[in-house]
């Protein structure tokens, strides 16, 4: 089976929490029914809006801020550009004066708790995920158009066949890892180096690497900002954020104004393993608690599982190099979410990255994988020991539920995240000192397993809230 090209920048991107599928999918969603509408000369004719959310969109939609994602979608604010800090104040100009801005030209009547309607007990065929936009002409005409949001911020609009990037020829076609493998046997080429001839096909070796740095960057700054911050996440289940208070544990007294004198002072504690594993931990924590309170992620491949990625990376560049992450040596960096990146996309190809799809095997123990590949490359293993590293880190996530308490991407997300990247690091550590010659299970048997064990997943496990945790566990939990 031929499988659409997938490049560097669809599998990460740079967005606001909480949810890549919940959130930054149907706010994607919400852009392409504007364009369809000006593409028709129909946007200026629109007199009202109605949205209608299916499936896991509609159980967990309120959760993951699906209602907010729309509404900014359709006021034609940029999910990478708009001021998170300005979310809140726009949203409730919104429900206020019971209009909105449509695509910021033109206020239509908009009541949110009328015209955003959660229909709990259907799913459309296709995905889990599906959201119908109807928009009401001032001649009385009716258009509606329905779009699936497919996991790590992918869109698909219902009855499309078209695929991403059907007009790109790469050099190097991959469909699974067994093509990586081959070409990487072929040409002796690194995973990263087989990526970078690829991204070729879209843009320049020279905008490649400024959209890496940009994804570095937010990644970065991520991790800085939740690092800092504490307080109680929103949402309602009271859960205190951790990473600032651990940051400030493992330093102590320590006084530093930068990320970089941060990171500096990080170093300097040396390398003790659970000095190490703190810092880790620490890390993933910020980006999720930061993803958690609507903050700006990199979807890796997801926003539920983009803590795993820079939580390793981190490692990667304090702990295991000597490499001073400035603007001048960056290329351990780009080659590490160039890795990172191919991995991501084969299970996109093969499988799914889509908790709603396949639990949370989907998100979780895809980034691990990702992660874990891309830090043996880092390392100076070779292809085979990097997808043998992506191989273990799935599969000892093969089979993990998605139950997320309250519809939040808070309990058990967050912490998630930490045990993905540490498993990352285990599983890169194992390949690192194995024979891949003689591995009992491939990349691509894991992730055919996966995608059994997605087919088999009870549909309640799958980012509904409607089993596992989320109905074991009460909502009206205690400050943690």
């Known amino acids: 089976m031929q499988y659409e090209p997938i490049s560097v920048f669809d599998m990460l991107k740079i967005g606001i929490g909480p949810s890549s599928s919940h959130t930054l999918g149907p ?6 029914f504007l364009q369809h509408l000006e593409l028709q000369q129909q946007l200026s ?8 959310l299916y499936g896991s969109l509609a159980k967990t939609g309120v959760g993951h801020g699906t209602d907010i994602a729309v509404q900014l979608g359709l006021c ?3 999910p990478v550009t708009f001021d998170v800090e300005k979310i809140d104040s726009t949203i409730a100009t919104i429900r206020e004066t019971k209009s909105l801005l449509l695509n910021g030209d033109r206020r239509i009547s908009f009541d949110p708790r009328e015209a955003i309607e959660f229909l709990f007990t259907e799913t459309l065929p296709y995905h889990s995920n599906g959201l119908t936009f109807l928009a009401t002409l001032n001649n ?6 329905t779009y699936y949001s497919i996991g790590g911020g992918f869109v698909k609009e219902e009855g499309e066949n078209a695929v991403l990037n059907n007009n790109i020829l790469l050099p190097f076609p991959i469909d699974d890892a067994d093509d990586l493998l081959r070409w990487s046997i072929k040409t002796g080429l690194s995973i990263s180096e087989i990526v970078a001839e690829n991204e070729l096909a879209w843009r320049s070796e020279a905008a490649t690497n400024e959209g890496l740095v940009k994804i570095w960057q937010a990644m970065r700054d991520c991790i800085y900002r939740g690092c800092h911050k504490t307080g109680v996440l929103p949402g309602g289940l009271n859960v205190r954020r951790r990473a600032a208070a651990l940051s400030k544990k493992l330093l102590g007294e320590a006084h530093y104004t930068s990320y970089s004198e941060w990171i500096r002072l990080i170093r300097e504690g040396g390398s003790d393993f659970r000095y190490t594993l703190d810092w880790v931990s620490c890390f993933a924590l910020a980006v999720n608690e930061e993803n958690a309170s609507f903050g700006r992620v990199v979807t890796a491949p997801t926003n539920g599982s983009a803590g795993v990625i820079p939580a390793v990376l981190h490692y990667f560049i304090l702990f295991c190099t000597d490499v001073e992450p400035g603007e001048n040596n960056l290329d351990p960096i780009r080659k590490f979410l160039m890795t990172a990146a191919e991995i991501g996309s084969i299970f996109k190809k093969e499988s ?3 908790a709603a799809m396949g639990g949370c095997q989907a998100e979780i123990g895809v980034s691990s994988s990702m992660a874990a590949a891309a830090l043996t490359e880092g390392l100076g293993g070779s292809q085979k020991q990097a997808m043998m590293a992506a191989e273990i880190a799935m599969e000892h996530h093969l089979g993990m539920t998605c139950d997320p308490i309250g519809g939040l991407v808070q309990v058990p997300c967050i912490e998630r995240n930490t045990m993905g990247a540490i498993k990352a690091i285990t599983a890169s550590q194992l390949a690192l000192q194995s024979t891949p010659d003689f591995a009992r299970v491939s990349l691509d048997d894991v992730i055919r397993t996966m995608w059994d064990t ?3 997943m009870n549909f309640k496990y799958k980012e509904t809230a409607d089993g596992g945790l989320a109905v074991n566990v009460p909502l009206s939990l205690p400050e943690c």
């Open 454 to 456: 997605a087919q088999d």
């Open 76 to 78: 034609g604010h940029d």
């Open 140 to 145: 009385g005409e009716n258009i509606a158009k």
């Open 352 to 354: 799914t990255i889509s």
């Open 27 to 32: 706010w994607r969603a919400a852009e392409r």
């Open 45 to 52: 004719a629109v007199t009202a809006i109605k949205i209608l």
